[in-house]
């Protein structure tokens, strides 16, 4: 099993503050997660997920697309973060 988070303004425009989705029993990366998620969801998801600000991480830790996930891994998308 897989939980996904999303954060703040994700959050609001997906209308979704978390997933549980069954592990595919297959090697798969974040990237590949993010696409699967886009693929079931639509347009709207591809939109708000695709947006080369968006801050990703896994069990809590800043990662790149290519890492690979695990069972039982929780994923989080943020958008960016912005201070003054």
Known sequence: M???LFFAGIKEQLDCDA??????GAAVDLDALQE??????????????GQGNVIRAVNQTVVEGSSALQDG????FFPPVTGG
């Open 19 to 24: 997933l549980e989705l069954e592990w595919p």
């Open 2 to 4: 897989l939980k996904v």
């Open 73 to 76: 891994d929780e994923v989080a």
């Open 36 to 49: 699967r998620l886009c693929a079931e969801h639509g347009g709207k998801w591809r939109e708000v997920l």
